[in-house]
């Protein structure tokens, strides 16, 4: 038995402003319902004693800790750069303000 019937397909798709044919509906109409029968056998299987799960593997976070240290004095950052003016970075203008 369908559960996603094609006027169902044709409604959301008018909704999300999709123009189907009627063969795409009846495609999708089908597709759709393949989708909801298996979430459905899956949801059979699932019991409440098996936790849910995001990952198969453990992950743990690989950052390292955020340890605040001192930053690179401003005269050696400035050397870096292609041009400088009053201890700050001089860039080209992009949007045509004065």
Known sequence: MSTISCDEVARVA???RIDLTDEEVAKFAGELD???ESVARVSKVATLDVPATSH????TNVFRDDVPEPSLPIDDVL???PESQD???VVAQILGEE
Do not use: E, M, T, W
């Open 14 to 16: 008018a909704l999300a």
């Open 56 to 59: 198969p593997l453990p992950l």
């Open 34 to 36: 393949v989708i909801v």
């Open 79 to 81: 050397a870096a750069a």
């Open 87 to 89: 201890g700050k970075f």
